[in-house]
């Protein structure tokens, strides 16, 4: 009989029965697996640590008639408790505890004092900023200002929350910024330290940005003047998104209308033939453009000038006649007949070693393309080798692996690049995160002859397979894998880590027609955003800058979508522009586009404004919560420690289970997905903190995917090869891929082993443990993201407390951090971003509030333990808070 910690009693007896939760009408929907990691158990990591709302049962978005209501609550709310402030003075709480192995206590509104006002029924906080007059120690808090985007208010993007100001001493233990408050929601705690800088020895943060791409040219080129104009501002300049990082392509990428290259001369190894002009790139428009945006971002941020607008600049092919044959070229072939696809493991004709010609005019290629450029005024900031190098891709591609693109660096490119651009930083990889250590272990350790030539690391944020939806979903521990390696290895503090592409495919937002669809795309980016750079990433460029209203062009129909599109035909002063112009030869791959077939008014309420689609650009609400980030992150700036930490009188009640609620909250868990990483956080009694042990003894979450499909998954039994942790995967009992788990008590304790029954190691050595990261969490600290592995049953480690009426499965290993942490899906709903802007913003200090639930959620943001506001946050919605 195993023993479990409940909510409602000390101990309850039984291998599931009472608590249980009822999953009836779910069904396993399986989808693209994970790469396989090979019969044997990935080793443990444990390295030192540094010390350092109503339930939404099934999902859905509350209707326009429910926000309404909610508004008007919240207004009425609000204005109430201005009024009682005023007329009945500062309002009295008792402090509430916690308990020992599951308990606590809850915080009540206290009956000392007169005018003290019980609000146990009031469920969401109104905005209150604190001001601290008696702080001797610190500055007071000042310019408070919180922006906000929310799918309840589609059409009110970055608009600014009103908040009521009070005055209140810090010693202050009793006023309600420093706990729940008397409300009937708990309150998150949002614990920031704007003092501490996450990685004071490193880069700061260069910047955000997109791709020039060809389509993304032509797109803008398709516009009117106006139109131009304001797609400038909406990007680059200080009223948009305030972009300063770019990238473009060498050559053709995917998104172009054909394939093209500088020198298609056949052996001209001297590439006498080059076209110095890039004429191409003139006549597309992609020349003109980036002079634009410098233009735009130097008018813009005249304190920034020391940075400027800085482009990357990436390969997907070289000419046809540099690489080997392809599986699509004749047998006999001698060279590759197209530019798309790629030989294995490299591309190059006769390789890369000394003797190579044709690396050596690839190098070239490079150095007489940069020179190129800076003939029109563009110093290219940067260069990656070689576009997802793993992918032989249908489209424009060449493939690479750490031996090949290390020796073409130190054979070929490194020196060519150290004589002619010596200033023009060389990354490598730029390809998905699952990989992204083992190549920086081979070519920046100081063994790697190629290793002095490397100034940095670019990434892709997409999860490979099939499974869109993954994208942007996974690798995470891995970002601070690599942080860490390049202490190990001791690389130059200078070393860059930078996630050069993003975006959503297949097809847009606009096209699709399904705002929560639109939505959750906007949510993912905010998510990976905020999620590398808390783990030491130092910029993120999104994919293409603009593209046409179903994602293109593509000349291989790869469709995806961008922030902004270009729908000219939609312009007030439109005549004859079809909704589809010459350059786009894609047709409708995935029927009607469903934006074209909405007023003007209609598209307005759901977040495209009319003001742009009346001059033909459509701006999609991905666009708009990147914005909270990168109108305020500015350059300089740098990630700081910050936590969202579970509600004052956890485990009796949690951010979105009330106490008295078993059931979670937080609406549908989007992350029950095979694929996902299992991992550890701060617990917030949310649906992706869910359980269920079920009849096989699978540990298994339930959940719906974006279009609303439900989909279950269940811990997988080993650690993914890759990700070096335990992941969700399919349920079917036949493939073998999940945990069969045992609760097991542990003698003398109020905790359990969760004991693996058909692990291949030693049964004491088969339990389910807590894993910490490396780089000790990055900006989010050790209980931020920790991972879960297999490992030895009598180490402080595989300790837990499964609580099946809540299906929350927590442990207590990282309390030295801050409290217990729970078994979650891939993150919490409710997330933050915190950063010293101080380098160039406008203010000091800037926290972004990332709310990816379906509940509203309360929140007290704390500065060093000093509480700056108490606040809420509506479903599905973002906030940034800025403060000096």
Known sequence: MATYVSKKNKTLEGSRGEGSMSKEGYQSIPSAEPDGGGDGEV?????????????????????????????????????LLLLLAFLGGR????????????????????KEGGGTIALRNVPNRPCEIYHDTNDGERRPTKNVRVIQTSLGTPSEQWSEVACAHRRSSSSDE??????????????????????SVAFPDREPILGFGGAFTEAAALNFGSLSEEGRNVALELLF?????????????????DFCVKSYSFDDTEDDFDLSDFDSSVQHDVDTGMVSMMLLAMKTVDKSYPRERMYGMRIIASPWSPPAWMKAPTYADEVGAVHAENMTGSAMPVCIRDGVGMDSRYAKSWALFFSKFISAYANHGIDFFGVTIQNEPEFPAPWDACAFDPESQGDFIANHLGPTMSESHPDTKILIFDHNKDHIVKWAQYLLNAASPAAKY??????????????????????????????????????????????????HCPSTGYAGGDLSIAWARATRNAHTILADLMAGSNGFIEWNLI??????????????????LAVPHRALNAKNITNQLDFELAGHPFGKVHGDHKTREELNAEGFPAEYLDIGIAVQPMYYYVGHITRFVRPGSRAVIALVDSSVNGPKSRTFRPKEQDVPGGGINDLARNGIEASLWPCEGSTRQEWLLN???????????????????????????????????????????SGYFEIVPISQKHRVNISMKNSKVDSKKSCLVAQPL?????????????QVNIGNCGDPWAEWVFDPSTGEIYSTVFDEFGGEVCLTTGWPFLQVGAFDTSATGDTAKAAVVLNEAGETANYVLKDNGKTILTASIPPHSIQTISFD
């Open 237 to 253: 300049g200080r009223d948009g998104l305030g972009y300063s990082l770019g990238r473009t392509h060498i050559n053709s990428c």
């Open 174 to 195: 009793r006023r309600p910024g420093s706990e729940d408050g008397g409300y009937s929601r708990p309150s998150a705690i949002v614990d920031v330290d704007f003092d």
């Open 695 to 737: 009849d096989n003894q699978q540990l298994q979450v339930f959940g719906h995917d974006w279009l609303g499909v439900p989909t279950t998954s269940c811990l997988g039994r080993k650690a993914d090869a890759d990700m070096g942790g335990l992941m969700l995967t399919t349920c079917n009992a036949t493939l073998g891929e």
């Open 454 to 503: 490397i100034d940095g690391t670019a990434y892709h944020w997409y999860a490979g397979g099939m499974d869109r939806l993954l994208d942007g979903a996974q690798g995470i521990p891995n970002m601070h894998r690599m942080v860490s390696e390049l202490e190990v290895m001791d690389v130059n503090r200078g070393h860059i880590i930078l996630g050069s592409e993003a975006c």
């Open 91 to 110: 309002r009295s709480y008792s402090s509430g505890g916690g308990g020992y192995g599951g308990g606590g206590y809850d915080a009540a509104p206290s």
């Open 547 to 564: 593209l046409d209203s179903i994602g293109g062009p593509n000349h291989l129909g790869n469709m995806c979508d961008s922030p902004l």
């Open 774 to 786: 490396r780089n000790s969490g990055g900006a989010y600290g050790p209980r931020g993201g920790a």
């Open 43 to 79: 080793p443990m990591e444990h390295p030192a640590q540094e010390s350092g709302g109503g339930n939404i049962r099934n999902g859905g978005v509350a209707g326009r008639g429910q926000n309404l209501f909610h508004a008007l609550a919240m207004f009425v709310s609000a204005a």
